[in-house]
């Protein structure tokens, strides 16, 4: 976990001018080389009984602005067979004051918080024949209280959806609007040189209810399609924005799930947060994993500003304190300021940067 103290202070804007229309962007050379006045120390969050971490992408901010929650796959890289609450409460002094979600879930990945303190998570795998400890599980989104009630799940638990209708297969990120309607980025596995055409790779609405409204978007690289729709958000002018992982790119749809138009200047976006000023918290924690998914790139966060795409601040993902190959994966930032990073890797190394 990376947790990055940023100032208050307004954002220059620096770098690249970029062009922002409905049409696809040309490729830009890699933007590697904005400012990163940040330092780094390691093991902020006092883990209970000897816990230690294990892998994690989700983290969300709790309505307070000051509680950080977010996910551990049970001190391994699945919860399957564990007894271990992988949803954890986190103070800003790093210790965990809640723990919520044991026994649910396979592969916890994309966490939200809603306006009234529910958590929001995607279990973004399935069952494996071959272990007993999965049957019944994933596939699916759940939403619970502040306390681990579960109060709705979306698709249906341990059934694979085809990308039509309501069942969901292998669910990467979920979002709610002010009305209560749910987004779902559904398909983690778009990105992959197995993929086809048939491949999962879309965005599904329901109602606050669970009941489904409509899904958009299909497998592909045109505008309006993806690959990997890992990441989303709701920008100040309601607008749906997609970490496009598979395509290097982030979409911006309507609330409907009309086509706007995209970034690439973010580079490959696994995790995403907007601020209430439109400033955009994006991270990269794989263009440095081999020289075909995002050549050139570095992994990190990237900072700036919705209204432009110009990127203002580059996060290094790589300091020293980072096992080899691990890079944040989610992102999210506090009232104060605070950004939050989630290493995926390397055993979930815990980082505290500052300014």
């Known amino acids: ?24 962007q040309a490729q830009l050379e890699p933007i590697n080389n904005r400012p990163n006045p940040y330092t780094s120390v390691d093991n902020w969050v006092d883990l209970p009984n000897g816990r230690t ?25 699945s919860c399957a ?32 918080v809603d ?24 596939h699916a989104v759940y ?47 778009g ?28 497998w592909g690289s045109t505008a309006g399609k993806m690959k990997t729709p890992h990441a989303l958000d709701i920008d100040s002018r309601n607008r749906l924005i997609v970490g496009d992982r598979g395509n290097n790119r982030l979409q911006i749809f309507d609330l409907d ?12 976006p696994s995790g995403i947060f907007v601020a209430d000023n439109d400033i955009i918290f994006v991270a990269d924690s794989e263009s440095e994993f081999d020289d075909v998914r995002n050549p050139g790139w570095e992994a990190g966060i990237r900072v700036g500003s919705l ?7 580059f996060i290094d993902g790589t300091v020293d304190a980072y096992p080899e190959g691990s890079n944040p994966e989610g992102v999210a930032v506090d009232a104060a300021g605070n950004v939050y990073g989630a290493v995926v890797s390397g055993g979930g190394a815990m980082i505290k940067s500052s300014r």
């Open 307 to 313: 209204l432009d795409g110009i990127v203002d601040y």
């Open 143 to 189: 939403k619970l209280s502040p306390e681990g009630e579960l109060l709705l799940t979306l698709g249906s638990p341990g059934v694979a959806g085809d990308g039509t209708g309501g069942l969901l297969e292998t669910p990467c990120d979920v979002v709610t609007d002010a009305d209560g309607n749910i987004y779902i980025g559904d398909g983690h596995s």
């Open 53 to 77: 971490w294990g892998s994690t992408a989700g983290v969300d901010i709790d309505p307070d602005g000051r509680h950080l929650w977010a996910i551990d796959r049970c001190g391994a890289n």
């Open 257 to 268: 799930g009309n086509y706007i138009g995209e970034f690439k200047t973010f580079s490959r």
């Open 1 to 24: 976990m990376l947790r990055h103290l940023l100032t208050k202070s307004a954002f220059s804007v620096l770098g690249l001018a970029v062009l922002f229309t409905g049409s696809a």
């Open 81 to 112: 067979g564990s007894n271990l609450d992988p949803i954890l409460k986190i103070d800003p002094e790093g210790n965990v004051v809640a723990a919520i979600g044991a026994g649910l879930m396979l592969f916890p990945h994309g966490l939200h």
């Open 191 to 218: 990105q992959n040189e197995s993929a086809t055409p048939d491949t999962v790779a879309r965005i599904v609405k329901f109602d606050r209810d669970g009941n489904l409204i409509k899904y958009w978007g299909g």
């Open 115 to 138: 306006r009234d303190g529910n958590i929001w998570v995607t279990d973004a795998q399935g069952p494996d024949p071959d272990n007993p400890a999965t049957a019944g599980k994933g």
